[in-house]
């Protein structure tokens, strides 16, 4: 299966893409993509990595798994195509935080390309998903290829800050150093949990004052 991957994270994953579970998972992966219906569709799979190359890397957004309805998932966490109507329930949530947290209007259409293009890398932990069936790619191999990703951040690079969303995505704080980095925690922004905790977390405010004692660039959210 022929994969379109950024140079930069192509060089940072060679050794994790050359073991056995990861070339195990995308033998099992192209098997599924002949067969089933899964998303995101395999042009957009590292979406995330080729919109926000490594050495761009400023913030790291971690969810669950793909967007189980066909035609939302794309490559992005918690993004939509700008075509979809209405919002992924998540992503809904997600902008009425913006909302309050920035006191501005969201952006319009639920396509975050744009925050890749700033330096967040939007990824989720598990990457692909079979239409209808949340968590049906859970523990095929995903887990290993991400946490990879996130521990090759934390070892080579300094002050990410890493928004954990829901409790699959705070499993990857044991993976951050907390000495160089930065982690946000909060609730996972669907329906079920937003009001458990990530409402009122201010994720986006918070992160523009971390870089600006680190004197970056802030995320033109």
């Known amino acids: 299966m022929e994969l379109k991957l950024d140079p930069t994270w192509k060089i940072k994953l060679r050794e994790v893409m050359e073991t056995s579970v990861y070339q195990n998972l995308i033998l099992r992966i192209e098997k599924s993509y002949e067969l089933e219906d899964i998303w995101p569709k395999q042009e957009n799979l590292f979406k995330a990595f080729n919109l926000c190359p490594f050495d761009r890397v400023k913030v790291v957004i971690l969810g669950q798994d793909p967007y189980p309805t066909p035609g939302h998932a794309h490559g992005l966490s918690f993004s939509v195509p700008s075509t979809v109507a209405p919002l992924a329930k998540s992503l809904q949530n997600i902008f009425k935080e913006y909302e309050s947290d ?18 967040v890398l939007l990824l989720n932990s598990v990457l692909t998903v079979q239409a209808g069936q949340p968590q049906s790619h859970q523990n095929w191999g995903w887990e290993f ?77």
């Open 145 to 221: 290829f991400t946490d990879h990703v996130i521990s090759i951040l934390s070892k080579e690079k300094k002050g990410i800050i890493f928004i954990l969303w829901g409790k699959t995505a705070e499993k990857k704080a044991a993976l951050i150093d907390e000495s160089t980095h930065y982690v946000i925690k909060s609730s996972h922004p669907s329906p079920l949990s937003a009001y458990r905790g990530f409402f009122g977390s201010k994720p986006f405010s918070k992160t523009n004052e971390l870089l600006a004692l680190q004197d970056k660039q802030h995320i033109n959210w």
């Open 102 to 119: 920035l006191k501005r209007k969201p952006p319009k259409g639920g396509d975050l390309s744009h925050w890749a293009s700033e330096g």
